[in-house]
């Protein structure tokens, strides 16, 4: 790049320069990357790579797309006006045991950050505290069985956290079970973790609806850069309506019959927030609930067995009896 006339080139450390670049940032409401390149004298690479340093720090730097199509990169206003975040002893041990419930991250990106968090914190306490934290997080370590491995989804995870934070839309391609893979125009509202898995949720343009997918087929993500704006009533149950776990299908008026030997299994857990219990005399109990996803609710029935008994509806019982009859042929011709 060539220099204003009269203006000599600048010469500085990049501590020096990042310095110049967060005061630049810090007295204007922002700047483009050929703004700040001119200013402190360097490439449109140097910048970027500069950038990317002051995010990394943890400066609430913000991409914003103007309406001539440039980008002005800005703090998050009022930031300096921030408190510094501090934490209780009782409030770090409460961080220390949810990391733990956050194994099912290992190979993406989000347990780089989550890494990083607990870095600083580590560098802020006495060895003795952190040790001490670690050793009740171990304790409590859940084991996670049937989890994803992200290792070879991590590009596509760091583009959807990008498109995510920054409310990106994205071009989203996605390959069904035993399907050709589509493309969709899709705006990314949130992450679900269920059933040992990673869902991406929020609207698609293709189909005109509420959509989620399974971050395991996802085969790429391109970002338009494009901002898209969440709705203020969205909730995550938009994404799955009455269904009892993803799949959303007409609800159906569920009842079943659980022993009374794993009685208190089926009682001790809120398995939808339909459901009702009667406990029966002999000691069972009659569980109901309106919900839709018969794959779904006959993978949970099927962990029942041999102490369950589908009572309603007539096709969920049919289905359920085929399912056992099915199997036990296999055994049988074994």
């Not at 940032?25 to 970027?48: H, M, S, W």
């Not at 704006?229 to 659980?258: C, H, K, N, W, Y």
């Amino acid at each position: 790049m060539t220099n204003r006339p009269g203006k000599p080139a600048k010469k500085y450390s990049q501590a020096s320069r990042l310095h110049d670049v967060i005061r630049i940032l810090e007295a204007r409401f922002g700047a483009t990357v050929d703004e700040l390149a001119e200013e402190c004298g360097v490439t449109r690479r140097t910048v970027y790579r500069d950038l990317e340093a002051i995010g990394a720090a943890g400066y609430p730097l913000v991409p914003e797309r103007q309406d001539d199509g440039t980008v002005l990169y800005r703090f998050v206003t009022g930031f300096k006006n921030l408190p510094p975040i501090t934490f209780s002893l009782p409030e770090l041990m409460t961080l220390y045991l949810c990391r733990g419930q956050l194994g099912f991250l290992q190979g993406t990106p989000f347990q780089d950050d989550l890494d990083a968090i607990f870095g600083r914190i580590r560098s802020s306490l006495p060895p003795r505290s952190v040790a001490h934290l670690e050793r009740l997080a171990e304790a409590v370590a859940p084991r996670f069985l049937g989890v994803h491995d992200y290792h070879g989804q991590r590009q596509i995870l760091a583009d959807l956290r990008e498109a995510l934070l920054f409310q990106y839309r994205i071009r989203l391609h996605y390959a069904p079970a035993r399907r050709q893979t589509e493309t969709y125009l899709f705006d990314p509202y949130t992450l679900l973790f269920t059933q040992g898995a990673l869902y991406l949720g929020g609207y698609a343009h293709n189909r005109q609806a509420m959509r989620l997918f399974l971050v395991d087929r996802v085969q790429g993500v391109e970002l338009t850069r494009e901002r898209f704006e969440v709705p203020e009533d969205f909730s995550a149950e938009q994404l799955t309506g009455g269904a009892f776990g993803l799949v959303r299908e007409a609800p159906m008026a569920i009842r079943v019959r659980i022993a009374a030997e794993i009685a208190h299994l089926a009682t001790e857990r809120h398995w939808h927030p339909s459901q009702t219990i009667e406990r029966l005399d002999d000691g069972s109990v009659i569980l109901a609930l309106e919900a839709g996803g018969k794959t779904e609710i006959l993978a949970w029935l099927y962990g029942f067995v041999p102490h369950v008994e589908v009572l309603e509806p007539a096709e969920l019982r049919t289905a359920f009896l085929e399912g056992l009859s099915s199997c036990l042929e296999r055994h049988r011709s074994q």
